[in-house]
């Protein structure tokens, strides 16, 4: 026979999915269907974003974490957990594009290697913003800054 859980317990794994909710009414409508949400809990998410008082939100998410009660979340959480993770190899990829954005606006001879690794680069408009980029780094701006590096990982 099953051991009835503690009321600590008990009220841990309300707090988890009060917590589960709360991540779920920040998502979009758009993709909340991709968690395949009954229609009980579909309609109480759109029912939060119309309540205006904080302690009515709170009850609310508490309302919404007794919905989940009777839901399997593990696949819910494992959903959010893809949405709100990068990997590893993401973030080394964005860790590159940093480092080549400020070599190439720091060192002129970068550009010639730059495209030497990336063939299929436009050369006309990377010498563009790399002598935009140069000419406002004079004036601590970020603009052209940012738009060589979005032009870097639109090539990527």
Known sequence: MEEPLSKSEQKRKATALRDLGKSLTTLSENELRNFNLSD???AAL???HRINSNEARRRHLSFI?????ETQTDQIEA???DMNSTSAEDRYAFHQLEIWRDQLIEDPES???YLDEHPGTDSQVLRQLVTK???EAQYDAKTASR???RYLRDQA
């Open 79 to 81: 959903l959010l957990n």
């Open 111 to 113: 550009l010639t290697r």
């Open 147 to 149: 738009a060589l590096f």
């Open 46 to 48: 759109k029912e939060y």
């Open 40 to 42: 009980k809990i579909s």
């Open 65 to 69: 974490g007794r919905l989940l009660r």
């Open 133 to 135: 980029a140069r000419r």
